[in-house]
């Protein structure tokens, strides 16, 4: 059975960080919907200034995020010790587990852009207080597939036509891939019955299955089923993120960057932070 969108809206206009404008596609307390993700911010902008003071000093516990740019580069570090640089191209997928305090910081490099994405998927209550990790991955590492109408796959995660993305080792089982469809592209793509599936348009126009023609900035979530119809319109290109996952089913407990089962949980996590002791 083809999936059809279930839901489509634009991203809204947001803030977060310290000051950094940017839109938000899903992640306003309700995660219902989006069952296993979180949150998906587009962080692109033409204005590296709106962009520039970053995300400073912050924790995060019981779920992972998932930072893919596109333009730039974004200087990372945390309170285990590590540190590096996210490049165009390129994805961090955190892991943060039992807890991490890290900030995340852009860095011009003299285009004037800067841009990418920030996913947050939920972790299960088993594993939320798991230890921290990381898989850096570069954008070299990051396998392409070419299709015979001229249209671009690449697999960040997942499986993609036997084409097998990097990241490894996730619960929640997720593809995440960025499509660059040619005009005129028709494409099916199988997705696992019962998996959750959003689509995020970031270029170009086109339409899923039944549904109305969609452009920039628009966000959508599907119907279950096995299989998923992609069109680029005739006249563009089709740029999107497309990212499915296993649902988990479990109470979301959400404060800040913060995420957990009962209300109990976060409030002992806010009090760690208090008392100094949050790293276990």
């Not at 109408?149 to 990097?166: C, L, N, W, Y």
């Not at 992609?230 to 993120?241: G, V």
Request: charged content about 25%; glycine content about 12%.
């Amino acid at each position: 059975m083809e999936r059809q969108p279930l839901s489509i809206r634009k991203s809204q206009a947001s803030i977060d960080g310290a000051g950094v404008r940017l839109r938000r596609a899903f992640g306003f307390g309700d995660s219902a919907e989006s069952d296993p993700f979180l949150l998906l911010d587009d962080l692109r902008n033409d204005r590296s200034k709106d962009f520039i003071r970053g995300f400073p000093w912050h924790p995060h516990r019981g779920i992972e995020t998932i930072t893919y740019m596109l333009d730039g580069r974004v200087e990372h570090q945390d309170s285990m010790g590590n540190r590096g640089v996210i490049g165009a191209g390129s994805v961090q997928w955190m892991t943060a587990g039992r807890g991490i305090i890290h900030q995340e910081m852009p860095v011009d490099d003299g285009s004037g852009k800067m841009g990418g994405f920030q996913l947050w998927t939920n972790l299960p209550a088993k594993d939320k207080m798991m230890k921290p990790r990381y898989q850096d991955i570069e954008s070299a590492a990051i396998p392409e597939r070419l299709l015979a109408d001229g249209s671009k796959v690449r697999v960040i995660a997942g499986d993609f036509e036997g084409t097998q993305g990097p990241v490894e080792g996730i619960v929640t089982e997720p593809e995440y891939f960025d499509l660059h469809l040619a005009p005129g592209a028709d494409l099916v793509h199988r997705v696992e019955p019962g998996k959750r599936a959003f689509a995020y348009v970031f270029g170009g126009s086109g339409r899923f299955g039944e549904g109305p023609v969609v452009d920039n900035g628009t966000i959508v979530f599907f119907t279950d089923g096995d299989s998923i119809r992609l069109r680029a319109a005739t006249d563009s290109d089709f740029r999107l993120l497309f990212c499915s996952g296993m649902g988990l089913g479990e109470p979301v407990a959400w404060r800040g960057p913060i995420v957990m089962n009962t209300s109990e949980e976060l409030d002992l996590a806010f009090k760690q932070l208090e008392r100094g002791d949050f790293i276990i």
